[in-house]
């Protein structure tokens, strides 16, 4: 596991192609734009005349694919790609994606973002089946499902499949004559269709890798929707109808890419909103706003422009620091901050600065960001973060599935301000996050996810409902 200054992780990345004479090539580089939503490993896996290869490893994408031998040697029309980020499973090889099977009647290849809350459920059923696992990734569930559907039809068999795993998924599957992607029926996590200029179709968790790749943005994948691409060009499907629009809200607010676009909405714009929401609802006399780089960048901009106040660089992200490969305690993540970020005296210096920042999980960062602030002689500051506390775990795709790692738990905004030793704390509110996200839709909390603030969940949560529920009764001091 790798250092990060926010404890906060993104499952994974997913980018695919079909019918490009540089299917490996052109993944790389959409890999590369997605690279933000996994650093433990990465893998591409190519169709050449149905015949499948794949290359993967753990690490940056650059780490993995060093010689140029490695893409050359994939070599094939159609592609898919994965960076990791486990939320489920190990971190080993093992566990790196595409995963890859050969069956008798035609292989297979697997990428998956997002969790599965049913997945221990349905291992265990599968094992009793006769099934064998070869990783501890809650991925693999879906080809074993797949092969053990008693549908004649492949795609009957995927639809089976798809309506049978439960939770916040984005799939691509690569057949020996398609590409599949798939979608959970509340469309958690992001995924859409793009077209390049010689007619290869592209698929990604984000849009800005279609900028990357030269390929045009066509449409999102809608929920419980399944996409089949093949030689033919691009056909629509479903496998189910009940189907309940609930983006992943912490896409919108720190996840994605700042010049990604989901269902319609520009992320910086959706950022720069939220900081102009929170500075209509942040009530003490400061005198800069200083933005905590980058994800925060954004939000700090909208709250300048609506406060009037000046938006300075008062602290200054070191791009060059050095990868650790270190487990991830809290005294470590503490001297990682210095590592990762300084404060300028010269814009802070007898200020009373407003720090704005996306989110506050566990407070570590929080903590050391304002003391560094005091350090470098700013008068007062007042932390402002441009999203409601995250008081509740998450169950599709973000590694926060307990609430002993969430601050906002078991402590009142005061007594979180105390601990990171901010002169105010103010959080943006639930209203103010759905409405400066502003998705057109009817669905419930403006189309968004919002349980990890609320804990009202769009789904059941099947194998983790018990856990939850007892989590619920139990205290954690941060003190």
């Not at 189907?243 to 909405?265: H, K, N, W």
């Given at each position: 596991m790798t250092y990060e200054v926010k404890s906060l992780n993104e499952e994974c990345g997913l980018f695919g192609i079909w019918n490009h004479p540089q299917a490996a090539q052109v993944t790389y580089f959409g890999l590369h734009s997605l690279q933000h939503r996994?650093?433990?490993?990465?893998?591409?896996?190519?169709?050449?005349?149905?015949?499948?290869?794949?290359?993967?490893?753990?690490?940056?994408?650059?780490?993995?694919?060093?010689n140029s031998d490695d893409l050359a040697k994939l070599t094939g029309t159609g592609a898919i790609g994965h960076v990791?980020?486990?939320?489920?499973?190990?971190?080993?090889?093992?566990n790196i994606q595409p995963f890859y099977f050969r069956f008798?009647?035609?292989?297979?290849?697997?990428?998956?973002?997002?969790?599965?809350?049913?997945?221990?459920?349905?291992?265990r059923e599968l094992e009793e089946k006769g099934a064998i696992f070869s990783s501890?990734?809650?991925?693999?569930?879906?080809?074993?499902?797949?092969?053990?559907?008693?549908?004649?039809?492949f795609m009957d068999k995927v639809k089976e499949a798809l309506a049978t795993v439960k939770g916040g998924?984005?799939?691509?599957?690569?057949?020996?004559?398609k590409l599949i992607a798939a979608l959970d029926p509340n469309g958690f996590r992001p995924l859409s269709i793009?077209?390049?200029?010689?007619?290869?179709w592209v698929v990604s968790s984000e849009t800005c890798a279609f900028e990357v790749v030269g390929a045009q943005w066509v449409r999102d994948v809608k929920p419980g929707e399944l996409v089949i691409i093949d030689d033919e060009g691009i056909h629509y499907d479903s496998y189910t109808a009940d189907?309940?629009?609930?983006?992943?809200?912490?896409?919108?607010?720190?996840?994605?890419?700042?010049?990604?676009?989901?269902?319609?909405?520009n992320v910086h714009t959706a950022r720069k909103n939220m900081g102009k929401r929170l500075a209509q609802e942040f009530h003490q006399q400061a005198d800069i706003v200083v933005g905590v780089p980058n994800s925060s960048l954004s939000a700090a901009m909208g709250f300048a422009e609506e406060s009037g106040l000046p938006n300075e660089m008062g602290l200054i992200k070191n791009q060059y620091t050095q990868r650790t490969f270190i487990q991830p305690t809290q005294e470590l993540r503490e001297q990682g901050v210095r590592m990762k970020l300084s404060a300028v005296s010269g814009v802070v210096k007898g200020k009373r600065v407003v720090m704005i920042d996306d989110s506050i999980v566990r407070g570590t960062t929080s903590r050391r960001i304002v003391q560094l602030l005091r350090e470098a002689g700013a008068a007062e500051v007042h932390v402002a973060i441009a999203s409601p506390p995250l008081a509740y775990p998450c169950f599709y795709g973000i590694d926060i599935q307990d609430r002993k790692e969430l601050i906002s738990a078991n402590h009142s905004v005061e007594e979180v301000r105390q601990i990171i030793g901010a002169d105010s704390l103010t959080y943006l509110s639930k209203e103010g996050?759905?409405?400066s996200v502003g998705l057109e839709t009817n669905a419930p909390n403006g189309g968004l996810c919002v349980a990890y603030f609320d804990g009202d969940y769009p789904t059941p949560l099947y194998d983790y409902e018990e856990r939850y529920l007892e989590s619920l009764k139990e205290k954690t001091s941060f003190f």
């Open positions: 996994g650093q433990e490993g990465a893998g591409i896996l190519t169709n050449d005349r149905k015949i499948l290869k794949r290359y993967r490893d753990v690490g940056l994408l650059s780490e993995v694919f060093k990791r980020y486990a939320t489920a499973g190990e971190a080993s090889v093992d008798h009647d035609g292989d297979l290849g697997l990428a998956h973002n997002g969790n599965l809350t049913n997945a221990v459920s349905l291992r501890t990734s809650d991925t693999e569930i879906l080809a074993h499902l797949i092969r053990h559907s008693q549908q004649t039809d998924f984005a799939y691509l599957l690569m057949a020996e004559d793009g077209r390049m200029k010689n007619g290869a189907t309940q629009l609930a983006i992943c809200s912490m896409e919108y607010v720190y996840f994605a890419r700042p010049d990604s676009t989901i269902a319609g909405v996050l759905i409405d």
